[in-house]
Structures are given as structure tokens and as C-alpha cells.
């Protein structure tokens, strides 16, 4: 499902479980060797799916560890993203040559849970809605990827309040930026331009630099 939202020269590959055979490189399992089950299953699904969609590009298997602000540490000339839900996983990735930046996110299409929107969504933007689906985890879910396509570039923290997001029927939205930039960050002046879909009870939105 999350193809749909990316153009050719990304690669996408995604779960709907944990499938055994989705077991985690010695290197990664290092970093969740204490962690709770279900971290544990997401982080090496993800993973996996990663190397699934990196070997579309022919880039060799290897280990995907966390790096500054648990960003995914991708190998040279590789860009990407990962995202994964309850019963969702998927990664995203493109070679640096061609795409600058990628930002992926899966949500349930369910209501976030109370008092979350008010925190993650600006004044003007707690009145915009969108016909069909929860417009406040659509919302939570572009700014999601929003910040995963914005960190790559300019290695800061975006807060929620920092993005205005619009977001239309149609399946795209557009994400103003209101933190200040740098120059060579290479940020659109425009902000960031992303779609959007719901399938399976699921909601997934998506941005790729150029």
C-alpha cells in the first residue's frame, strides 16, 4: 500500500506481521537484546523490510542501527525511512543520487487518544478536517513524516508546533515550515509537499525530497 504513495525510484517493502524468517542482524540485536517483546519484533520486522526494499536497489544486506535521535543509520548512498504500527511494518528507501530525503509514517485510522491533538497541532490546524477519516491521527501521522524527511537534512529537532500541515481530500497535504532554516539544508521554500491513503484500517502519508 505504501508504494502508492512514493514515486519509481523509491523502493518499498512492507509487513502485515512478524514473519519468522524477520530476525534481527547479531549488530541490531545488541540494541534491543533488552527491550520488551513487541519493540523487539517491530524493530527487526522494519529491519527486514528494509533489506528487502534495499536489495531492490542492489545494495548489499547489512545492519540498520540507530543513530543521532534513533534516526536509522542507512549505508552510503542510501536514503530512507522506516515506519511500523500494530500490524503494520514497512521501510522505504532510494539511492542518494536520486531522491535527497524520505519520510514514511503508518497510524491505526483510529482517534488519538484524548488530549493528544491539542498538543500536537496548532490552533489553525485543529479546525481543518478531512471527510472519511480521523483527521486528528492523519494529522499526527504527517507530522510523523514530516520530521522523518526533515531530520536527514538538517540533523535538528522539529517540534509539532514548528510544521503547519494542510492537509486535502484528494490525498496530499502540503507542510509549511515555521522553524528557522539554514542555507545548504537545502529545505523547499515552499515547505514539504506529501500524499496520504487509508486501506486495512490503516492510515500512511509520505514525503520524498527531490
Not at 542501527?65 to 536514503?79: C, F, H, I, N, S
Request: proline fraction near 10%; aromatic fraction near 8%; include cysteine.
Amino acid at each position: 500500500m505504501m508504494e502508492k504513495l512514493l514515486p519509481p525510484a523509491v523502493a518499498v517493502a512492507e509487513a502485515f506481521g512478524d514473519p519468522p524468517e524477520a530476525r534481527p542482524l547479531p549488530a541490531e540485536e545488541a540494541v534491543v537484546s533488552q527491550a520488551v517483546d513487541k519493540r523487539r519484533r517491530e524493530f527487526a520486522t522494519a529491519r527486514w523490510c528494509a533489506r528487502r526494499a534495499m536489495a531492490e536497489l542492489g545494495v548489499p544486506p547489512g545492519p540498520i542501527l540507530p543513530g543521532e535521535r534513533g534516526a536509522p543509520q542507512w549505508p552510503d548512498g542510501v536514503v530512507g525511512s522506516m515506519t511500523h504500527c500494530d500490524g503494520y511494518r514497512a521501510a522505504a528507501v532510494a539511492r542518494a543520487g536520486e531522491v535527497r530525503s524520505i519520510g514514511i509514517d503508518a497510524e491505526p485510522d483510529a482517534p488519538l487518544p484524548k488530549g493528544v491533538f491539542e498538543t500536537i497541532a496548532l490552533p489553525e490546524e485543529q479546525l481543518r478536517t478531512v471527510p472519511g477519516v480521523h483527521a486528528d491521527r492523519l494529522l499526527f501521522s504527517a507530522k510523523e513524516s514530516v520530521y522523518k524527511a526533515w531530520f536527514p537534512l538538517t540533523r535538528r529537532w522539529l517540534d509539532f508546533d514548528e510544521a503547519d500541515i494542510v492537509l486535502r481530500p484528494d490525498g496530499t497535504f502540503s507542510a509549511r515550515i515555521l522553524a528557522a532554516t539554514r542555507p545548504g539544508e537545502g529545505i523547499p521554500p515552499d515547505g514539504f509537499a506529501g500524499r496520504w491513503t487509508t486501506a486495512s484500517g490503516l492510515l500512511m502519508t509520505a514525503i520524498v525530497v527531490m
